[in-house]
């Protein structure tokens, strides 16, 4: 397998010097180890390189292939050659007396370690120091050493892309080649070579204006872009002459570059002069690799170095070992061309993997073959009788050759562990609470205008005899309310023995009209929570619905937080405990205590059988399995484990109890009533509730909205079965089980943690991509914020929901989230930690 070697170098020649950071990566891995160095300031580096190229290369006096430039020659060409060669050789001994610097020891110690001789080593020298990108960095002894590593550059920011090469649609390569202003230069031999390549398809635009040119970058798909011709850099930008007359910088091209970059372009060949201006802008556009001339390049040097590359590089060998090649054999016209070998270098995208001629043609890549070993007594030449192919690697790879397994398996033991804690109802109090939130977080919704709540205040009891009320306030009350025409009316106090004067005509009321109701209270022993002694068996069925509420109170248990459940009467309540849900009916002869409180109904399951009887709705049955239904709503009890609850008996008919974000009903004050001061339309068709909310009743249940007095509660309850059968207002449900077995659960809490792990595996992949400090610590900081957004998009989620009736579990999926992203991003942080 390849090798990847990035040497990033930040800083400058004459103050600071540079940075140096080295990694050392296998292909489509993650580094394999990150070493830091030093390179120390050398102004003197900088100003001969300055001298070379531009005081004694340049002036050679062989034709170049960059536009005309008036330069005064100084003594023969015998003479100037020599003296390039001097000033080669003397630039070459002090850049390598610069590698050696003792600060730099550790970087070219660890190369040599950590990389085999036989691999095929791609090198980046990533930096944004122009004259970092023109040293001869292949005069490096590491790459003598190393016969199948080349030195590439790079900017040290750069993006992803995806070239568009389509395996098993094979395709000649295809070729836009320019062949721009030529004169004095051969560009007809770079045609010639073009023209003979195999398996290729070579469209020539010779001279072409801007608009054919763009027309053709628009147009037609390609795969490799050349150009021949004159071009220069000024001021680190570089321009092409693409004919006699017009020149133009590649970002006038930008549009029409990027086109041909997502029709699958990959390979840019500038076999012109001073190409290094070219390369930043080509890259800038996302082209992933190009090959350019550093400096002014000698027509015959381009000739032979294209000729050289596209010979080896038309049989499928590796593009860095084809340019290596190509590069190495220019050295033969070193006697008449100094530095030629110098010149040909690779701009690479390091998120990209180079193309080869059998990929360029929309082939597969073949499995790479063993590279010949050396001996001893030879160096092992890059071609020879058999091609050359990537070497095996030295080490073989850490990384799991099936990642998305390890992180499935991840998923399944944190979600089997959360799914555990749930059933042992270790996670009941928390997941209850944030069950209250959400609930408090829902959007208000309208006032149900079917029910009249008639409170009676503490002005009330101070005006009327104090508290309790005697009965003859309240059969004056029924009068007044029964002439109004209600549907039903109830009255939400216990009135087991008589209070004060009245109590027959309180009684007559009872007996007059069968839609007055009160309330008892069952599973008590104080006799003050029966019915009315004198009712009838039937008036204790019929006019007669218990006030009992369902309490869960977290109590400690053995350390641990757990909830219990209590059914009281809603004035025995005791702080802690809150009501989250809604008893319909009990079975009587399954109370544990002996009570005259009878009736198997709840207060609000009579109200509403009332009013839905009245407005002609098909009456109240029982499914085959024993669930209530209203017309075609089936009202479906909680089984023992239902949502955040794994304690429940199962034996009574009980919902979650659905508040209404808003009052349940319109109300008005018990003097209110008694004084006439209500119209007819306020009462007439509606449930009217009467019951306490001064203090000095204590009352008042704890809810997810807080303290409520309990006539409150019981028209919540009232609204939540009319809403359900009369509006199609959803009813509390959860994510589908069988029976006690929350799969629905499960699977949801398992999908929380395989997102969350895909999620953090991306956002880490692109820290440790990420080349600067600054934006490793950005994505650092990036993979935090991702865990937190998701919780919170989660609650978003959860709250929605809710809003429509489901009630999913947010708190284990919350738990599935953190810790499976947290675990993922601290395992692959452990495993790159150097």
Known sequence: MDKWVILELEGDFNLTGFRATLEIRAENDFPALKVKGFLPPSPAIAAQLSHHWHGVYRPLGVPLRIKGQKIIHKGSISQRLADCQRSAQALRDRFRAWLNAESFQPIDRRLREELSRHEVIRFLIRTQDFNLQKLPWHEWDFFERYPYAEVALSTPEYESVQPKM?????????????????????????????????????????EPDLPQLNDQLWETPWDILFFAGHSET????????????????????????????????????????????????????????????REPVADQVAEAFLKYFLEVFATGEALYLCVRQARERLQGLEHQFPCAS??????????????????LQGQPAQAPQPAPQPTPQSRPQLRGAKPIAPATPARASSTSPFPGFRRLWISIIVTGVIVALRLLGILQPVELAAYDYLMRSRPAETVDSRILIVEVTQTDLDALGGYPLADAVLAETVEVLQALRPTAIALDMHRHRPRGAGRQPLLN???????????????????????????????????????????????????????VTTVVPQQAAQPGGVVRRHLLSYNPDLASTQSRCSTPYSLSLQLVYRYLHQAEIEPLTVTENDQWQFGSVVFQPLTRRFGGYQTLNGLSTQLMLNYRAAQPGQQVSLQEVLAGQISADRVQDRLVLVGYTAPVARDTLDTPYGKMAGVWLHAHMVSQLLSAVLDQRPLIKVLPQWRSFQ????????????????????????????????????????AILTLVAM????????????????????????????????????????????
């Open 743 to 782: 799969w629905g659960d499960a699977g949801w809490i398992l999908g929380g943690s395989l997102l969350s792990g895909g999620v953090s595996h991306w956002v880490h992949t692109r820290r440790l991509r990420s080349r600067r400090l600054g934006l490793r610590l950005g994505w650092r900081l990036g």
């Open 166 to 206: 389509q395996p098993g649609s094979p395709h000649p390569v295809r070729i836009l080649a320019i062949l721009g202003h030529s004169h004095g230069i051969n560009v007809a031999a770079d045609r010639q070579v073009l023209a003979q390549l195999p398996q290729a398809q070579v469209s020539f635009l010779v």
């Open 234 to 293: 000024h001021r680190s930008q570089g321009r092409i002459f693409i004919n006699e007359t017009d020149s133009l910088s590649l970002s006038e091209l930008r549009f029409g570059l990027r086109r041909a970059i997502d029709q699958g372009l990959q390979l840019a060949i500038f076999n012109s002069c001073d190409g290094l201006g070219l390369a930043p802008a080509l890259e800038h556009l996302g082209i992933p690799q190009m090959i350019v001339m």
């Open 342 to 359: 110098w010149l040909p270098v690779i701009y690479q995208n390091p998120l990209v993997a180079p193309p080869n001629w059998q990929t």
């Open 791 to 834: 919780t919170w998009g989660l609650s978003y989620l959860c709250l929605v929901a809710l809003s429509q009736g489901l009630w999913l579990p947010l708190i284990p999926t919350g738990l599935s989230v953190l810790l499976t992203g947290g675990f993922v991003v601290l395992r692959r942080s452990s495993k790159h930690r150097l």
């Open 509 to 563: 009321h009872f007996q007059q009209h069968s839609n007055l109701f009160t309330v008892c209270a069952f599973d008590q022993i104080a006799q003050d929570y029966d019915p009315p002694v004198e009712f009838s068996d039937n008036q204790r069925i019929e006019q007669v619905g218990f006030s009992n509420v369902i309490l869960d109170k977290p109590t400690q248990m053995l350390g641990q937080h757990r909830n």
